[in-house]
């Protein structure tokens, strides 16, 4: 019992001398923690910085407002494969357009910091007031953007649209805009959407950029 309580005695006496040898473990435990969560608060702002310098955005995009034919004079076919009479005769029952246009578009990637890869681009024309599909294009080779520029590139859009019959809206939009007129009628702009698809490295969804003319629609070729 003496030696028991002499033990214990002289333990607290230690204590009393040195106290933070006997709590250095909780310090030593409470310093960890903090520079752990220092550690990490650190790591999450490098990693948000380089996200935001690294991470690919989505290119704007802008498109002009006229097209060229690279297939002469549109065909404008009636159903039974007949070719569409002068403009002063009635449209045929089951018409038709196809054609081959030359249009220019632009990528502005000024938002990024590095280099955007971009394996494919998908584009389709559509009309702005039914948005009915009449136009695609697509890129033939992989892009590769430099960050801070702007790219032009020029397309070309298979045009090809079926309608149902004579009454239906969007080929009536494509006539009248792009169909044969008198000298004396003015030919009113095309309104449409320039809809497209970014197949770009590293993501693995499809972001969808839908663009408008500067010029609010595009003027047919006139040939």
Request: aromatic residues 10%; proline residues 9%.
């Amino acid at each position: 019992m003496k030696s028991l309580a002499a033990t214990s005695s002289t333990s607290q006496q230690q204590k009393r001398r040195n106290p933070s040898r006997f709590g250095c473990c909780c310090c030593r435990s409470r310093a960890h923690s903090r520079l752990c969560v220092f550690f990490f608060f650190f790591i999450c702002v490098l990693g948000a910085i380089a996200t935001f310098f690294c991470w690919p955005r989505t290119p704007r995009v802008s498109m002009g407002g006229g097209a060229d034919s690279l297939s002469g004079a549109p065909d404008w076919w009636a159903g039974e494969r007949q070719p569409l009479p002068p403009p002063d005769t009635p449209i045929p029952s089951r018409p038709s357009l196809k054609a081959t246009w030359q249009i220019n578009v632009t990528l502005d990637n000024r938002d990024n910091w590095i280099p955007t890869h971009i394996t494919k681009l998908d584009f389709v024309i559509v009309d702005s007031l039914t948005l009915a599909k009449f136009a695609w294009a697509s890129t033939s080779s992989a892009l590769v953007l430099a960050p801070g520029t702007i790219s032009p590139i020029s397309l070309t859009f298979n045009v090809n649209y079926q309608a149902a019959d004579r009454t239906d809206p969007t080929f009536q939009n494509l006539y009248n805009a792009c169909g044969p007129l008198s000298d004396s009628k003015a030919r009113p702009a095309l309104n449409v959407l320039l809809r497209v698809s970014f197949h770009i490295f590293g993501i693995v969804w499809t972001p969808l950029v839908t663009a408008t003319p500067y010029t609010g629609g595009i003027l047919c070729p006139t040939k």
